[in-house]
T-cell receptor, first 115, second 108 residues
Framework: EAQVTQNPRYLITVTGKKLTVTCSQN?????MSWYRQDPGLGLRQIYY???????DKGDVPEGYKVSRKEKRNFPLILESPSPNQTSLYFC??????????????FGQGTRLTVV | QKEVEQNSGPLSVPEGAIASLNCTYS??????FFWYRQYSGKSPELIMF????GDKEDGRFTAQLNKASQYVSLLIRDSQPSDSATYLC????????FGAGTTVTVRA
């Protein structure tokens, strides 16, 4: 079954404690991205990756890191989480950007609370 | 200027009516356009995609694209209470960008 898997689904952590949210896809997609969703602001892109070892900042990259060492995995790293990073996070993958019919598949979401 | 803008809503329509959602985008080089539906706390799910000018119909949904005006719309005919959700417009250029979403409530 084609899917994007995020873990964990829910996470409560304390300010400053490093954390990683994992994302894995089994569709051999080149393009992967991370979004955060906050009330009234829609989906805002944090980082995206065109392929292995190719990543770029989205609209709200501050306080986040990513890596793309393998095609299937695209972890999101918060080195020193702060309360303003409390949000609902989604990972998505699709075939190569810029071509038609590039439907994005989403993970189940990770609800992060930083206290 | 935001890359993708949607009418902010919320939009309330009676059951059986037509719900009309609008979206504009800034990058003229954008090639693919999507409408996603998202229920509260859930992942977005694709309901329509379009990449050629004109209309595309799928059941009760019609997407319209006008690249010259940089405009995409979604019509939901015969609206049902189950259509109550947030609808996200997404545009793919060199990256996939989303609008803020329009919340639709269908009144029984």
């Amino acid at each position: 079954e084609a899917q994007v898997t995020q873990n964990p689904r829910y996470l409560i952590t304390v300010t400053g404690k490093k954390l990683t949210v994992t994302c894995s896809q089994n569709m051999n997609h080149e393009y992967m991205s991370w979004y955060r969703q906050d009330p009234g602001l829609g989906l805002r892109q944090i980082y995206y990756s065109m392929n292995v070892e190719v990543t770029d900042k989205g609209d709200v990259p501050e306080g986040y890191k990513v890596s793309r060492k393998e095609k299937r995995n695209f972890p999101l790293i918060l080195e020193s989480p702060s309360p303003n990073q409390t949000s609902l996070y989604f990972c998505a993958s699709s075939t190569t950007s810029g071509t038609a019919n590039t439907e994005a598949f989403f993970g189940q979401g990770t609800r992060l609370t930083v206290v | 200027q935001k890359e993708v803008e949607q009418n902010s809503g919320p939009l309330s329509v009676p059951e059986g009516a037509i719900a009309s959602l609008n979206c504009t985008y800034s990058d003229r080089g954008s090639q693919s356009f999507f409408w996603y539906r998202q229920y509260s706390g859930k992942s977005p799910e694709l309901i329509m995609f379009i990449y050629s000018n004109g209309d595309k119909e799928d059941g009760r949904f019609t997407a319209q694209l006008n690249k010259a005006s940089q405009y995409v719309s979604l019509l939901i005919r015969d609206s049902q209470p189950s259509d109550s959700a947030t609808y996200l417009c997404a545009v793919m250029s060199y990256k996939l960008s989303f609008g803020a979403g329009t919340t639709v409530t269908v009144r029984a």
